[in-house]
């Protein structure tokens, strides 16, 4: 039997500025250098040896795009390892510095490729009280409904041994929302159809009018707005 390298991973996410960077890239989008630079408070320069770091860790993959280098995490399932180590990671400092950092934009945000934040929580206790969604075996199971396609999902054919549906603990919430590729369809159809919008100053997302409406209206006025930070 091969013992997994855990010592490697564990020298790569045992620092707070890598953790910051980490955290940074679990939005799902690549950034430069000195943008998580600048989002771990340490100098390009010691950003580029903590990427290094990272990235000998199979956690981040770098990739040149004209002038400038862009990194992001390599992949879903090392957003998914991070998302579970979050969930057993001290609660109280977690939800402290999730706080900070999302701000004013903490009701809806983007979590690596899925809807996070108050809203996405919201809308999956909705999708649980409607029958919409069953929990068993660790996993979301759908149930065909055309609220699902109001949604912009459109439920597999066949079953595939990754779940279509994966429940992910919020990091600020702690409750859950839902994840994989259900989660994934969901928020590319809400950003395709203007029902939410990045921030342009700030990392997150914004509800727009019509996101409002187009919520209220599939799964009721309880929906159309974030809950209370």
Request: aromatic share 4%; net charge positive; glycine share 8%.
């Amino acid at each position: 039997m091969i013992t997994p390298r855990f010592d490697i991973l564990g020298q790569a996410i045992a620092d707070a500025s890598r953790t910051q960077m980490l955290c940074e890239l679990m939005e799902g989008r690549a950034y430069t250098n000195k943008e998580l630079a600048a989002a771990a408070g340490v100098t390009p320069q010691t950003a580029t040896a903590h990427l290094r770091l990272l990235q000998e860790a199979g956690l981040v993959v770098a990739e040149k795009r004209g002038r400038c280098v862009y990194h992001r995490l390599a992949g879903a399932e090392v957003a998914h390892a991070l998302e579970q180590l979050a969930a057993i990671a001290p609660a109280d400092s977690l939800h402290r510095a999730q706080r900070r950092k999302a701000g004013g934009l903490a009701q809806l945000r983007s979590c690596y490729d899925h809807l996070a934040g108050p809203l996405a929580v919201a809308m999956t206790a909705a999708f649980l009280d409607r029958g919409l969604l069953v929990e068993e075996q660790g996993a979301f199971r759908p149930v065909p409904a055309p609220e699902w396609l109001k949604l912009g999902v459109v439920l597999p054919e066949k079953a595939s041994r990754q779940p279509f549906a994966r429940p992910c603990l919020d990091w600020t919430e702690r409750k859950l929302h839902v994840a994989g590729p259900m989660g994934r369809q969901i928020l590319d159809h809400a950003l395709d159809s203007g029902w939410v919008k990045r921030h342009r100053h700030k990392r997150g997302l914004m509800l727009t009018a019509p996101g409002r409406v187009a919520l209220e209206q599939i799964l009721g006025p309880k929906y159309g707005e974030p809950a209370a930070a």
